[in-house]
């Protein structure tokens, strides 16, 4: 159980153009899921928390007009990159927190590669 | 800051060799520490992890001890196969025992050849 899925898997884009990313959580619900970038050969850097209902919670030097994050349901949250530059190109990872009692895990899905041209 | 440092790989090994990948950190406070792995294609999965000084985290035959003397939390498997072929990531989390607010090492790529 506990699995992520990301879609699309890869999206190359035009310039100027918005691109949505979504991530679900297949069997189980989570009320928080968090979006990470990923250049090559560096760590993986969070971007935002997003919790269902409510808005995101951005990460310092993120901008919030340019990753716009949805999360209207316990089971889906939605990245959009919003007027595309080639610098946006990247690999965008999120991951859905389950929680149980005394417990807490993220399940991480298998990443997304945005290539703006 | 917190921060995670791990070797650089890529590292390519023979099947059966043994396996290190080094993992040192940085923390004010007392971290819980882990290891992700990242198959081709696959969302990343947690391999192990300790909470603890001195607790040793064990899966799928990879260990990895949280050592508070040296701060480190190196991962080691006595015989790594082909299928054990990955990215892998250390990581620390400063939220007790969970992996709320992880901080990531670059990951080390580990390529196992028959």
């Known amino acids: 159980g506990a699995v992520v899925s990301q879609h699309p898997s890869w999206v190359i884009c035009k310039s100027g153009t918005s691109v949505k990313i979504e991530c679900r959580s297949l069997d189980f619900q989570a009320t928080t899921m968090f979006w990470y970038r990923q250049f090559p050969k560096q760590s993986l850097m969070l971007m935002a928390t997003s919790n269902e209902g409510s808005k995101a919670t951005y990460e310092q030097g993120v901008e919030k007009d340019k990753f716009l994050i949805n999360h209207a349901s316990l089971t889906l949250s939605t990245l959009t990159v919003t007027s595309a530059h080639p610098e946006d190109s990247s690999f965008y990872i999120c991951?859905?927190?389950?929680?149980?009692?005394?417990?807490?895990?993220?399940?991480f899905g298998p990443g997304t590669r945005l290539t703006v041209t | 800051g917190d921060s995670v440092t791990q070797m650089e790989g890529p590292v390519t090994l023979s099947e059966e060799a043994f396996l290190t990948i080094n993992c040192t950190y940085t923390?004010?406070?007392?971290?819980?520490l882990f290891w992700y792995v990242q198959y081709p294609g696959e969302g990343l999965q947690l391999l192990l992890k300790?909470?603890?000084a001195d607790d040793k985290g064990s899966n799928k035959g990879f260990e990895a001890t949280y050592r508070k003397e040296t701060t480190s939390f190196h991962l080691e498997k006595g015989s790594v196969q082909v299928s054990d072929s990955a990215v892998y990531f250390c990581?620390?989390?400063?939220?007790?025992?969970?992996?709320?607010?992880?901080?990531w090492g670059l990951g080390t790529s580990l390529a196992v050849n028959p």
């Open positions: 991951s859905a927190a389950r929680t149980g009692f005394l417990t807490y895990e993220q399940y």
């Open positions: 990581a620390l989390s400063e939220d007790a025992g969970n992996n709320r607010k992880l901080i």
């Open positions: 923390a004010t406070g007392y971290p819980s």
């Open positions: 300790a909470t603890k």
